[in-house]
């Protein structure tokens, strides 16, 4: 990495290179969300001061005391939630809006949803920096879904809960998936899928994570 400046190029190829390495050697072995990871440019998602290491595999800080989530968390995520080609997705918590654009290299439509107005802002910059398309934030509480848009194939929940909402469960397509991390927020949670089969819901269990909590209500 070039210690002087902003990253160069030849930079970012090297350590875009070694981030799909690393996700390879973990067991990420999707052509679609390795070609996600190779595309999308995760320095433009991460506060200037930290850009040089977009992508070394750790969580980095953002603004209202949240983060990014770490490359191989995110990954691991995406592969319960089988986004590839699907057709309407929906995030709960935007943050930088970076697993947002990851989303929308993979699927057609993703909604994405962020309770802090200042963060569904930048996020929204950080996607036109991008070149991040069929993605659109709103400012909302996430916790409560997105009936106008639903219902959705996919549902991605980008921080903790201790419980699912049944809100969110009701806005799934008969067929679709949800990942959430399911646990409480001083401990490991698990990665928790759910499958809607008519008017069940089927659970399995992908590995274990520790992220933020997800908290309801809007702030301005």
Do not use: C
């Amino acid at each position: 990495m070039n210690d002087d400046g902003p990253l160069e190029f030849t930079d970012i190829q090297m350590a875009r290179a070694s981030l799909i390495l690393s996700l390879r050697q973990h067991g990420i072995m999707e052509p679609e969300i390795l070609r996600a990871f190779e595309s999308v440019p995760h320095e433009v998602f991460v506060p200037e001061e930290f850009a040089e290491y977009a992508y070394r595999d750790g969580s980095l800080p953002i603004t209202h005391g949240q983060s990014i989530t770490s490359p191989l968390h995110l990954a691991t995520m995406f592969v319960a939630l089988d986004p590839y080609k699907a057709n309407k997705v929906l995030e709960v918590g935007t943050g930088s809006g970076y697993s947002a654009a990851l989303l929308g290299y993979m699927a057609r439509r993703v909604f994405t949803l962020e309770r802090v107005k200042e963060l569904a802002r930048t996020a929204e910059r950080n996607w036109a920096k991008a070149g991040s398309a069929g993605v659109i934030g709103f400012h909302e509480d996430g916790l409560v879904g997105l009936e106008a848009q639903q219902p959705f194939d996919r549902i991605l929940l980008s921080g903790s809960v201790e419980e699912i909402p049944q809100a969110l469960l009701e806005q799934l397509t008969d067929g679709g998936i949800l990942v959430a991390p399911v646990g409480m927020a001083e401990d490991k949670q698990t990665i928790t899928r759910i499958v809607r089969a008519g008017d069940r819901y089927v659970a399995s269990d992908h590995g274990q994570i520790r992220l933020a909590e997800l908290i309801s209500g809007k702030i301005r």
